[in-house]
């Protein structure tokens, strides 16, 4: 940034520290995201809630912005209004659209100049009947390697590469430039089909952030085991970005309040070298369907009962893997591979990646997966604590 140069030492002064609060309002300002999913909607005390910043509500289906008369009731788990008043005053609240399994809306929208006008007039409408402050698209993902790949190839969808920033842009447009809007976009680069080095000068323009998904890194489309939001996948994701060209102020690093496991190879030998074993087959190699071997819960969720006993050994006996960072444990009885991040996992990706990258913020999702004690949410509160919600402020 260029200052000019004053002619009295006074203004110069003067100057200075107007600058100096500028820059330092600026910084100050890191985003702090919550999902609040239909799923669990718990919203804690507001003490916990102070410091969060954005509140995405999720989710609104795709397809009913593609309807051409546009309804008077937005169907929505909640309304803005009542989540609005458990937070913090100017917190924002934004409506997500979409979400893992929900393509085809997006597919219909993105087709011609018509449909996006038409969809980013619903997403206007959306936001002017409930309130909101914006919304969160959560296409996942344009391009294809969505939930039905296994039905729709990927060359079927190559289109929405160039259709995707088209119509980011429609809902921009639509919307104004005081609404917020932000994406929901792929962890893994072998998913970032439609972020390229072509595609995110286009995006960038339309987005005011991207909450980059740096969770399910393992899933099953997999056959190894993997920390699912360890540090060493999460930094590639964000190098990824990097190169993509997308602004490391507009990325927001993703956080999953919620434990993952994977059934292994009984005849891998998982106990002597526990990362990058082999799986078994998690997934229908054709369909790409699901084969139970898989699966997630919340920190709020039951434990399934066929998982109780090996869970609990995992809690109890956990490890750290210093190389990829990740908390895991591999139960070598039952041959199940657990993956998540402890409160301590937390702390440490907001040090090792959020404020060495200088990433724009944080989410999570979600808020009320990491219900009642919240002691997830709590380790993710401690940066807001340290910082006075500054990556930067240290260093002025
Ligand atoms: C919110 O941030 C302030 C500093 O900006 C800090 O003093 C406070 O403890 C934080 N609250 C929570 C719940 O993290």
New binding site residues.
């Given amino acids: 940034m260029l200052v000019p140069v004053p002619n009295s030492q006074y203004t110069g002064m003067v100057l200075l520290q107007i600058l100096v609060a500028m820059v330092m309002a600026q910084l100050c300002e890191s985003r702090y995201v919550m999902y609040l999913t239909g799923q669990h909607n718990i919203i804690p005390e507001p003490?916990?809630a102070?410091?969060i910043t954005h509140v995405a509500l999720a989710f609104m289906p795709s397809s009913r912005l593609n309807e051409p008369i546009t309804p008077l009731e937005w169907p929505l788990f909640t309304t803005v209004e009542a989540v609005r008043n458990q937070f913090a005053k100017g917190t924002s609240v934004m409506v997500a659209i979409g979400g893992w399994g929900d393509t085809q809306g997006f597919s219909t929208a993105a087709a011609t100049d018509e449909t996006r006008r038409l969809f980013a007039n619903n997403v206007k409408a959306v936001v002017d009947i409930t309130g909101a402050d914006g919304v969160d698209v959560d296409w996942e993902y344009p391009g294809g390697n969505g939930e039905d790949y296994g039905r729709i190839s990927n060359s079927e969808k190559a289109w929405e590469i160039e259709a995707y920033p088209k119509l980011l842009a429609a809902i921009r447009a639509a919307l104004g430039p005081d609404k917020i809007m932000s994406a929901a976009v792929p962890g893994l680069p072998r998913d970032m089909l439609a972020i390229t080095k072509n595609t995110i000068p286009k995006i960038s323009k339309s987005l005011d952030f991207y909450n980059i998904m740096t969770y399910d890194l393992m899933n099953r489309r997999d056959s190894v085991t993997k920390h699912h939001t360890g540090i060493q996948l999460s930094l590639e994701s964000i190098d990824a970005y990097l190169a993509a060209g997308v602004p490391v102020e507009k990325m927001n690093l993703g956080f999953a309040f919620y434990v993952k496991w994977f059934r292994t190879d009984p005849g891998a030998d998982c106990a002597t070298h526990p990362i990058g074993c082999k799986t078994l087959l998690l997934e229908d190699p054709v369909t790409g369907d699901d084969l139970g071997r898989a699966g997630a819960f919340s920190w709020h969720d039951e434990v399934p009962p066929d998982l109780r006993k090996s869970f609990s050994k995992a809690l109890n006996e956990a490890r750290y893997d210093d190389v990829g960072g990740g908390t895991y444990y591999s139960d070598s009885e039952e041959n199940i591979w657990w993956s998540w991040d402890s409160e301590a996992d937390i702390k440490r990706k907001i040090s090792t990646i959020v404020e060495k990258k200088r990433l724009g913020g944080v989410f999570a999702w979600g808020l009320g997966e990491d219900a009642p004690e919240f002691s997830h949410l709590k380790a993710l509160?401690?940066y807001?604590?340290t910082k006075?919600?500054g990556i930067f402020k240290d260093e002025l």
């Fill in positions: 003490r916990l102070a410091n509160n401690s807001f604590e006075g919600g």
